[in-house]
């Protein structure tokens, strides 16, 4: 059975990628108000709203003093998506106009790529005066926000993580997520060794999942060996044959499906498998005290603190050995 989608897939408009980025807040809200409030109040540094019900004691009305009231501040968050890092700054002001008397107005700028730096002012400056809140954010720091490092979805949330993550999966077959610096990080707990030996990871071929370059073998509270993607295949071995997308895979790679497959005998159908050139050993160490239980991603340019070409993998690899994240 196929996995289940969340977001709409059919359309490649951008009226499409804005209505599932507002289902995913709609999601974030339905779980928790104060989710909604922290998830804005990260993206948007120094932004806070209040969305949850308030309560107030004598407070003084117009002709009376009510011993108690309860109320909700409006909140109204309006989103401009791109796909790129492009937007215009005579769009985005008019979209001010969309905001009438609401105690919280937000106008957020969803991109797949930062804005050239200066290229806000403008509209901050307009946004301003109006009394609205301007934010600019990329796909990528949204869903980082909810499930990344320090996200604030934990990893036992594993409904809220599948909504997230299928929100993820979406951005990532349009193309709105950076993938050539992605490093996934997969739990491979009893099959590691295998991995390893094999220079591969296989899964379920209906698992979503976001475009990266690198893998990331996960066990014993550390990433432990890193590899960079060669190829991607969709493959079954009925009678002793592989069947599926192995037009590109080379005679070395198929061989060591085979080999894969001879030593774990019930991986047989159904199955991705996604080749490194090589495993190359590290030690990326998760501070923080429970395991690692589903994928996870980061960005190899932030934490190698590279803003140009990354080095080779197998340097890569050493510099993340004895680094750390949460």
């Not at 997230?164 to 979406?170: K, L």
């Not at 192995?246 to 061989?255: A, C, M, V």
């Not at 159908?269 to 589903?294: A, C, Y």
Request: net charge negative; charged share 30%.
């Amino acid at each position: 059975m196929g996995s289940i989608n969340h977001f709409q897939r059919y359309s490649s408009k951008e009226n499409v990628i804005t209505n599932n980025t507002l289902r995913l807040l709609g999601q974030v809200y339905n779980d928790s108000p104060d989710r909604l409030e922290a998830l804005v109040g990260s993206v948007v540094d120094g932004t806070a709203v209040d969305i949850d019900l308030q309560m107030s004691q004598q407070d003084r009305g117009p002709e009376s003093v009510p011993d108690g009231a309860l109320f909700q501040p409006s909140l109204r968050i309006v989103i401009e998506t791109k796909r790129g890092g492009s937007f215009s700054a005579g769009q985005l002001e008019r979209h001010l106009k969309a905001f009438d008397d609401e105690d919280q107005r937000l106008l957020l700028l969803l991109t797949a790529k930062e804005p050239e730096e200066g290229k806000l002012g403008r509209v901050e400056e307009v946004a301003k005066e109006k009394g609205v809140t301007f934010g600019s954010v990329t796909f990528s720091d949204l869903i980082d926000a909810l499930i990344g490092e320090e996200g604030i979805v934990s990893e036992y949330e594993t409904d809220l993580r599948q909504i997230v993550r299928d929100y993820e999966s979406f951005c990532s077959e349009r193309g709105l997520l950076p993938a050539d610096d992605v490093l996934r990080a997969v739990p491979c707990g009893d099959t590691h060794e295998l991995n390893v030996a094999c220079d591969l990871y296989y899964m379920p071929a209906s698992r979503g999942y976001r475009s990266h370059q690198y893998i990331g073998v996960y066990y014993n509270k550390s990433i432990r060996y890193i590899g960079k993607l060669e190829h991607d295949a969709e493959v079954e071995r009925p009678d002793e044959l592989l069947e599926g997308e192995i037009g590109e895979l080379t005679d070395d790679e198929r061989k060591r499906i085979h080999e894969a497959m001879d030593r774990r005998p019930g991986i047989q159908q159904g199955l991705r498998f996604l080749l490194v050139d090589e495993f190359h050993p590290t030690d990326f160490t998760k501070e923080s005290k429970h395991g690692m239980r589903s994928a996870q991603y980061f960005s190899l340019r932030e934490h190698l603190q590279v803003d140009g070409d990354l080095p080779p993998t197998r340097e890569a690899a050493s510099r993340l050995e004895n680094m750390a994240w949460e």
